[in-house]
């Protein structure tokens, strides 16, 4: 057995969760070993989508313009009857923001992870490790524990300890077993067929996602990139992936997209069967080992969260955890990581499962929806803007999240990354750490209470975006947390900056 060095953080698993959790504890100075079971991005596409609030955290890894280049806005969103005619059309405005980032963007998930990973070797204190199988975590005590893996190309041995481990190692999580935690099944399975294909023929299809609504048989399709494609399709009983891996086999699926297209056009890249379920994990930590991603819910792909929730878990997590290890924050701010993040995962797995379920269901209330209420959902009022609108639930009342549930209140809800007045965006100007935001001057008390527990001070502009948000939420003053969501907000100045915690993350800004 080989022993390493011991190291603040241990994450298993380097899929878009645990890179991004591994580059944002990197980028507040915490040393991280990210350990992995391939030697390089897996290569099978699987997520295909991520929505303006987790572009914006794309951003604050420092690669959204690397991501700009493999991504394109999806135009919104088309409901398909089984004859092929469009029952409704929800269309998006790409330029449309409240977070400076399109609201819905396709891209190729091995292009995305190699973005992740080559982003992440530009900080000297994460180190990725590839081509090892995590054998064992066992708890040594005094908060530590002990990571066994496998070298899995000499076959050697070897340990580290750590104070801290981040499960991010997928729906069949050795973390999840060691904890002890066990997922919950949400009552909801299918099989489905997921095809790529690549071609530089244009299909000349309408550039927003295409839903099938077919109780017989549901499908998606959608254009993921400049020549690839991908269709879903629920596979009926006694089919397999097999029975579909010719384009021979696959034309019937996918005619009406593809035209005249010949064979000869047509590179499949991708035939494979997934089972979509519905899960959650009946806690995400024991001790200072933590859950993230798949390893503590899985989602349905019908609103293209699945990867977004991972990436969710690792934002809100790594900062309050960057802040214990540096010093900044007390241990008990750890415990809002589930409090927080479990509704929210658990509101986006049920909205997932309303949307699948209006794609799949069948008998005469399914066919009376599809054939009455889906036809003239554009119609009702509000909505259009509803279907079409990116903004996911608030955040649930913690320690850091001063929320009462009243109408309207900012408390737990995302600070919009406005425009300021020197054209940058807010979060550009604000870097990592904490915020206070406010439609006035603060005070000299205010000010220094602000100051002294590491927070910057924006003023909004009168009349802007920020200025407007706060009136909106009838606040005077917000706190603004590193990863963007509001700790507190109301019109007493000073009880929202003395809600700040006692210092701020060390970050740098």
Known sequence: MIASKAVPVVVIGAGPTGVTAATLLAQNGVETLVLD????????????????????????LGIADEFAKISRPALGLRLLDPAMTVLAEFQRDPARTRHGHPEANMF???????????????????????????????????????ICYTDRGDGSTHEVQADYVLGCDGANSLVRTRIGASMRDLNFEQRWLVVDVATTAELDQWGGVHQLC???????????????????????????????????????LIAPWIGQVGD?????????????????????????????????????????????AGVRDAMNLAWKLAGVVNGALGPEVLDTYEQERKPHARKMIGLALMVGRAMTAGGRIGDLARRTIVPRMHLLPGLRERVIDSQTPALNRSVLVHRTYLPGEL????????VL?????????????????????????????????GAVVHIAEPGGELEQWLRRGRAHAAVVRPDYTVLSAGRDVHKVCASLPAAGPTAPR
């Open 421 to 453: 007045r020197d054209g940058r965006r807010f979060d550009d100007d604000f870097g990592n750490g904490f915020t206070v935001v406010a439609d006035r001057p603060l005070g000299r008390i205010e000010r220094s209470l602000a100051e002294s527990r």
């Open 214 to 252: 077919d109780p017989h048989r549901a499908g998606t399709f959608m254009q993921i990139g400049d020549v690839r494609y991908r269709w879903e399709f629920r596979l009926l009983a006694g089919e397999t992936a097999d029975d579909f891996r010719t384009l021979g086999a696959l034309r019937p």
């Open 108 to 146: 190729d998930q091995p292009e995305f992870e190699a973005l992740l990973r080559t982003n992440l070797e530009r900080h000297p204190a994460a180190t990725l490790r590839g081509n090892v199988e995590v054998t064992d975590i066992v708890d040594i005590g005094q908060g530590r524990s002990r």
């Open 264 to 308: 000869d056009q047509l590179e499949v890249i991708r035939v494979a069967e997934y089972t979509f379920r519905a899960k959650i994990a009946d806690h995400w930590r024991r001790g200072n080992t933590f859950l993230l991603g798949d390893a503590a819910h899985l989602t349905p792909p019908f609103v293209g969260q699945g990867m977004c």
């Open 37 to 60: 079971r391939w030697a390089d991005v897996y290569p099978q596409p699987r997520a295909v989508h991520l929505d303006d609030e987790v572009y914006r955290i794309v951003h604050r």
């Open 411 to 418: 408390a737990g809800t995302l600070c919009p990354n406005a």
